[in-house]
């Protein structure tokens, strides 16, 4: 086999393969034998007709598609693998000659993963923001503990107020008219809480069990209904039960319930250790993620379409998971906010050029600094998210695949990467107070640096992401998609 690789442009590629006449032939031989069995001939049964018949019959380019499908898997991967190319999507095929006794000659042109323009990745700046703990903070993450230990107390049969849950049943009419979602029995309604239209939960409030009662609100007029968007509706309302919260004393008892710590001031001061800790953490954070994005942005390549599109369809899968945790499909959800699957797309797609830059821009600094992780850094790596998940070390890595292993290398080679812009980049260390930080943020700081990295592992069989863009298109590209000027007969009369 001989073959030649042409670059179209910085991610496209063309090989034009030329395979010997005695190799078709042999192709041709071994596609006769594989798809007799299916050919109709009268007089013989199916698998018995002599080849040469059925192609007299049926045309000598009868057995042509199935004789090039057994050659192009092996040809097209053996030219991919020698030439060190990364396909991020099936290629085109162009058949040029093909037929008995003959060359057969084709190409295929196959978008790879695009040539990247380093910018200077080693003069950035970033802040490390080592806000103050302030005491709302504490009190809101002592509020989160608090909230573990607090009862509900049946109220009989007195007056709802602010704070309350009420158990209740309600029928919304418009114009007198029942409408789509507009009744419930034994909803649990927490009074205060806004998750109903403005000024229901206001009217419920001085209710008591066993009452009933009309309550008009006005739909808002942005709301997602356009059917009920500023129209005024009634709700007949039924109060079956409500519950008041028992919170703890904020004292030692209440400490030693929630903690290892025996006095309230001990564990009050731990708590400032943890959120000290997890500030450090979201500062960290933050700080890879503004020098990250400043060697993104100061770097250059031409992205596939296919690239964007598989991220895309990566998000959106993510994005469905998501919503199946919180027991809503994704077409419900759509439907709900009015957007189509089309508007979600488009909606993704500036994040999804994103992160696969970042995935081209975090590979590129690694091949030019020949940074490879240690398998005690990608051992890390995977107990790290172990722990995260509450499972053994020993037990996750086990039920790991292959797929899953190479995720892990890239994430351990990412943080590589990362700690290569920090130890070269201009940092200031920013302590003054930032009140709209908030206990969620410090929280969520683990998930936004594993984010950072590339690592798109909630679900464990996942093996996609902005780290993971471009392999699975890499191992595809035994199909292809064949694209003829000509027909197989025609060309076989060249």
Do not use: W
């Not at 490879?372 to 053994?392: C, F, K, L, N």
Request: aromatic content about 6%; hydrophobic content about 35%.
């Amino acid at each position: 086999m001989n073959y030649q690789v042409e670059k179209v442009n910085s991610n496209q590629k063309k090989i034009t393969f030329e395979i010997p006449a005695e190799a078709f032939d042999e192709a041709m031989q071994k596609a006769y034998l594989k798809t007799r069995g299916r050919i109709n001939v009268p007089g013989f049964r199916k698998g018995k007709a002599p080849r040469k018949l059925i192609e007299n019959m049926y045309g000598e380019g009868v057995f042509y598609d199935e004789a090039f499908d057994l050659i192009f898997p092996d040809a097209y991967s053996e030219a991919v693998k020698a030439e060190d190319l990364f396909p991020v999507d099936q290629p085109e095929i162009d058949l040029d000659q093909i037929g008995a006794g003959k060359e057969l000659k084709f190409t295929a042109t196959v978008y790879v993963r695009p040539e990247v323009t380093l910018g200077d990745y080693k003069s950035l700046k970033g802040t490390r923001h080592l806000h103050p703990i302030t005491e709302e903070q504490m009190d809101a993450r002592i509020a989160q503990d608090v909230q573990k230990v607090t009862t509900q107390e049946d109220i009989g049969g007195e007056n709802l107020k602010e704070g309350d849950t009420a158990d209740i049943d309600y029928l919304g009419t418009v114009d007198g008219n029942p409408f789509e979602g507009g009744e419930a029995k034994g909803h649990k309604l927490h009074l205060g809480s806004q998750s109903f239209i403005p000024g229901f939960e206001d009217q419920v409030v001085g209710m008591k069990a066993g009452d009933e009662r009309d309550i008009t609100i006005t739909f808002p007029a942005e709301y997602h209904s356009e059917d009920l968007a500023g129209k005024e509706a009634v709700f007949h309302v039924k109060v079956n039960a409500g519950t008041r919260e028992n919170k703890p004393e904020l004292d030692d008892d209440f400490a030693q319930d929630v903690s290892e710590h025996g006095t309230y001031s001990e564990y009050r001061e731990a708590v400032r250790e943890e959120l000290t800790k997890q500030r450090d953490q979201h500062a960290e954070v933050h700080l890879e993620n503004e020098l990250l994005q400043q060697a993104v942005d100061a770097s250059d390549c031409d992205i596939p379409e296919a690239m964007i599109q598989r991220q895309i369809d990566y998000l959106i899968q993510n994005t469905r998971i998501r919503l199946m945790y919180q027991g809503m499909r994704l077409e419900d959800y759509l439907a709900y906010t009015n957007t189509s699957e089309e508007q979600m797309r488009e909606n993704f797609r500036q994040d999804a050029m994103n992160n696969v830059k970042t995935d081209l821009v975090l590979e590129a600094i690694r091949k030019q600094e020949d940074l490879s992780p240690t398998q005690e850094e990608v051992d890390e790596e995977i107990r790290r998210h172990a722990e995260e998940m509450g499972r053994g070390y020993d037990d996750y890595k086990a039920g790991l695949n292959e797929n899953q292993l190479e995720n892990y290398k890239d994430i351990a080679a990412n943080r590589k990467v990362v700690n290569l812009l920090k130890e070269h980049a201009q940092v200031t260390d920013h302590k003054e107070a930032h009140d709209e930080l908030t206990v969620e943020d410090l929280v969520d700081s683990a998930a936004q640096a594993a984010e950072a990295l590339g690592e798109n592992l909630q679900d464990e069989e996942a093996d996609l992401g902005p780290a993971a863009v471009g392999k699975e298109a890499s191992k595809a590209s035994a199909g292809g998609n064949r694209k003829e000027s000509k027909k197989a007969s025609d060309a076989s009369q060249e």
